[in-house]
């Protein structure tokens, strides 16, 4: 069975073609990416109608991109996915209404898929992928969220940030040292230059007893010191302007000790999962897994503990087409989506937290 995804939630126009026939690992036969970073840089942040208008120009041609590449036409095809939320209403709708027509002209099922589940489960697309159950750490934009797995679908809560999520601790830290958009790669490359003892940043919520997050203190305290190295007033405005006065030597070392602080306690917490769980499989997942320094400090904390750890290929950490292909292909295998139940009717889901996916 081959199913062509299609996602467009927020500044990345992905498609790709999965073939889920058979018993084994679904297979990834083409894949196309488009990323929005250069037209958002200029205002240093996503601005929805031109991401949408943007996503309207490159869906089709991707699409043949992604076909030609596989071989393939679209009499080929036997589902069409597409991402239904959560992420940007008008995002979504282009990426949506373009899967609903192509389903309905060629009378394939729409399967519609959750942006998370889809991260959840791109390292099956991995070299090493993982086998359930598994705890998961979901780190994806505002989510960083810690889940049981024991299947398709069979996702327990564990726990959640509370406020700002790992990925906008990083992109909220980058705007203040003054680093272009996307904040969280450009903080994580100044910090290779950077001491990490340098500043001693809190780690929220580190020894709460749950497995809760919360990152808006230590953004915070990110602020508080910034104003401090700037000889800036405390009570005064928060702004890229203040990183003018900073030396690039110590903007290296609040950039390292931020990403020092923010790994230490993804990493903790998810060990405390894996213990409170018993399970010894742990799977990362999101754009913020893609981390160098998160990934070296998982790999060997999980050596020493005997626990494996897996991550989607990195060129597949950010959103893209083959995750949401891949969901609808393992939902599909597991009997959760019954061959066109959908219809060709399509809605989007703005919010839409993972916990709420089959009530949906």
Not at 28 to 57: C, F, K, N, T
Not at 209 to 231: C, E, W, Y
Not at 279 to 308: D, K, T, W
Request: with cysteine; proline share 6%.
């Amino acid at each position: 069975m081959r199913i062509l995804g299609i996602e467009s939630s927020c500044d990345e126009t992905g498609v790709a073609l999965v073939d889920a026939s058979g018993d084994g690992v679904p297979r990834l036969l083409g894949h196309a990416l488009h990323s929005q970073i250069e037209m958002h840089q200029a205002y240093g942040g996503v601005v929805p109608e031109l991401a949408s208008r943007d996503h309207i120009r490159r869906v089709l041609p991707l699409t043949d991109a992604v076909l030609a590449q596989a071989g393939c036409t679209l009499d080929d095809v036997d589902a069409i996915a597409h991402t239904r939320g959560p992420g940007l209403a008008g995002a979504l709708l282009v990426g949506s209404g373009v899967a609903a027509a192509l389903a309905f002209a060629r009378g394939l099922p729409l399967i519609p898929v959750h942006h998370l589940e889809g991260h959840l489960l791109s390292p099956f697309l991995s070299v090493d992928p993982p086998e359930f159950p598994f705890v998961a750490l979901l780190v994806s934009g505002g989510h960083t969220q810690l889940m049981r797995v024991d299947g398709v679908g069979r996702y327990a809560l564990l726990g959640e940030t509370i406020d700002d999520a790992a990925g906008e601790a990083f992109d909220k830290s980058a705007k203040l040292l003054g680093l272009p958009y996307p904040g969280g790669p450009a903080l994580s490359r100044l910090a290779q230059q950077g001491d990490a003892a340098a500043y001693k940043f809190p780690r929220p919520l580190l020894h709460s007893g749950d497995l809760d997050f919360s990152f808006a203190g230590l953004k915070t305290a990110v602020l508080t010191q910034v104003k401090r190295l700037a000889h800036a007033a405390p009570e005064g405005p928060a702004n890229a302007q203040l990183a003018v006065a900073l030396s690039e030597a110590q903007k290296a070392d609040v950039a390292a000790s931020v990403q020092a602080a923010i790994v230490e306690v993804l990493v903790k917490k998810s060990l405390a999962a894996l213990k409170a769980t018993g399970l010894q499989r742990l799977v990362v997942a999101g754009g913020v897994g893609a981390n160098a320094l998160l990934r070296q400090q998982l790999n060997a904390e999980c050596e020493r503990r005997r626990v494996r750890v897996h991550y989607p290929e990195l060129h597949l950490c950010t959103d893209n087409g083959a995750m949401i292909a891949l969901a609808a292909g393992m939902r599909w295998r597991a009997g959760l989506v019954p061959p066109g139940a959908s219809g060709h009717r399509f809605d989007v889901k703005p919010r839409w937290p993972l916990a709420e996916l089959d009530a949906a």
